[in-house]
């Protein structure tokens, strides 16, 4: 019975226009937090700085080199 309800729920939220998952990270914050550590502040405190969570900015550093190591 909870799995239908849930599965019922999931349904009804989809059919409104609802999506799963976490919203992505603000691009420009993103950039902004790449910038500082250029520069060469800790990812930490880049992070700390623009608002963001520090293993979404190393999540970030490792895909952009992930990027960079496929071209």
């Given at each position: ?9 999931l349904a009804a939220?989809r059919a409104r ?5 976490q919203r992505p ?47």
């Amino acid at each position: 019975m909870l799995r239908e309800r849930t599965r019922d729920g999931l349904a009804a939220a989809r059919a409104r226009g609802r999506i799963g998952g976490q919203r992505p990270a603000d691009a420009d914050k993103l950039d902004a937090a790449r910038t500082l550590i250029r520069s060469g502040v800790s990812a930490s405190q880049a992070a700390r700085t623009v608002g963001l969570g520090r293993s979404t900015v190393y999540r970030a550093l490792r895909d952009e080199i992930a990027e960079q190591a496929a071209s």
